[in-house]
């Protein structure tokens, strides 16, 4: 079982960037295959990116393509996101996700098994 902190979120314009971090626990972290979800109000979740276990694979959900960057870094246990060029439409929650089981690449499909407990991340026009 893997525990997950999510920080870095926070209040941010428009055009402006954010680096979310999510720390794992536990001794296994290269054998998750690691993801990011987010929940706007009155929405339901969404899959914004995914990242391989070993070869750092990436997916992305088309409305982030070109300003998020997700990266992972085993040795710390730790997987970023990088999000550039904000909107007010990615205002949400963000989560982050582990999965040991399948791949990164259906991840937006068949639901992570862990989840951590979300951070906000606030748009301002």
């Known amino acids: 079982q893997v525990q997950l902190v999510e920080s870095g979120g926070g209040l941010v314009q428009a055009g402006g960037s954010l680096r979310l971090s999510c720390a794992a626990s536990?001794?296994?972290?290269?054998?998750?295959?690691m993801g990011w979800f987010r929940q706007a109000p009155g929405k339901e979740r969404e899959f914004v990116a995914a990242?391989?276990?070993?070869?750092?694979?990436?997916y992305y959900v088309d409305s982030v393509k070109g300003r998020f960057t997700i990266s992972r870094d085993n040795a710390k246990n730790t997987v970023y996101l990088q999000m550039n060029s904000l909107k007010p439409e990615d205002t949400a929650v963000y989560f982050c996700a582990a999965e040991q089981s399948t791949s990164a690449q259906t991840m937006g499909v068949i639901p992570p098994d862990y989840w951590g407990q979300g951070t906000q991340v606030t748009v301002s026009s």
């Open positions: 990242i391989s276990r070993s070869v750092g694979r990436t």
């Open positions: 536990g001794r296994t972290f290269s054998s998750y295959a």
